[in-house]
């Protein structure tokens, strides 16, 4: 809300991480770095976007598309969730994954939390705190108390949780198998442990990871008791400077410290 802003928004391409452009460009035999663009593209921004995709083992240290990699760049998912998604072995897991992917890639917001007494019985409900439990109980057709979902954006969700689930031949939505929440959070930081943030001992309402501060965003539980959580969607307020620009957690998964 008082962040200043700058006078001509910058080329998208400064603004958002180059993992989607640079493995889309891999898969057609071309490097991002090289191509011609209006803006050069910072390099900073293009080794963290190759050695995340390296990390994946989606391009190899030339930069060249892997079998993995064409594997997961046509799945209709943001490749961090596809590539969770492709390499979670145990079958719960993976369809657990496979509903939260498919929540998390719907650019609307699945839901709004209720304040007072409703915002108490989910509580009761869900007593871990956990938003991404809450997003795979809502693609699976669980009704709970202290929300207000938007069903058109659950109807996409869903719609996509049965495409990817006919994808993987995994069973139907209405029989999804039960997974454990320990064994799906041990899963997604064994594979990107960037994803994993601790909270700050003197400001107890950001987490941290040594490269970057988030802020708990509205819509996220983060239990006040919880000292660390897998981050797994976030929204970047910017402003003049690095230290000015607030980064907001939205969908949070306590983890044991």
Same mark, same amino acid.
């Given at each position: 809300e008082h962040a200043p802003l700058e006078l001509i928004t910058?080329? @998208? =391409?400064?603004? @958002?991480? =180059?993992?989607? #452009?640079?493995?889309?460009?891999?898969?057609c035999g071309f490097r991002l770095a090289e191509l011609p663009f209006l803006d050069r593209i910072p390099d900073k921004s293009l080794n963290l976007a190759f050695d995340t995709l390296k990390a994946m083992q989606a391009v190899d240290d030339q930069g060249e598309v892997t079998e993995h990699g064409r594997k997961v760049y046509p799945l209709p998912?943001?490749?961090l969730f596809a590539d969770l998604v492709t390499r979670i072995q145990t079958r719960a897991e993976k369809e657990a994954m496979i509903d939260l992917a498919?929540?998390?890639s719907i650019p609307a917001q699945l839901y709004q939390l209720q304040s007072g007494e409703a915002a108490e019985a989910l509580a009761k409900e869900? =007593?871990?705190?956990?938003?991404?439990?809450?997003?795979?109980?809502?693609?699976?057709?669980d009704q709970l108390p202290g929300i207000s979902v938007d069903a058109n954006v659950l109807e996409e969700a869903q719609g996509l949780a049965k495409q990817m689930r006919e994808l993987f031949e995994l069973p139907q939505l209405e029989v999804a198998s039960r997974y454990r929440r320990d064994s799906l959070c041990h899963a997604i930081a064994e594979l990107h442990p960037e994803l994993l943030f601790v909270r700050r001992a003197r400001r107890?309402?950001?987490?941290? *990871?040594?490269m970057m501060e988030m802020v708990t965003g509205r819509n996220s539980r983060f239990p006040d008791n919880e000292e660390a959580a897998l981050v797994?969607?976030? *929204?970047?307020? #910017?402003g003049r400077g690095v230290k000015q620009t607030l980064?907001?957690?939205a969908v949070m998964m306590p983890v044991p410290l």
């Open positions: 910058p080329p @998208e =391409l400064y603004r @958002e991480e =180059l993992v989607e #452009p640079m493995l889309a460009a891999a898969c998912i943001d490749a498919a929540a998390l869900d =007593l871990w705190g956990c938003d991404a439990s809450l997003m795979i109980r809502l693609v699976r057709g107890r309402d950001a987490v941290g *990871h040594g797994l969607d976030s *929204h970047s307020v #910017p980064n907001l957690a």
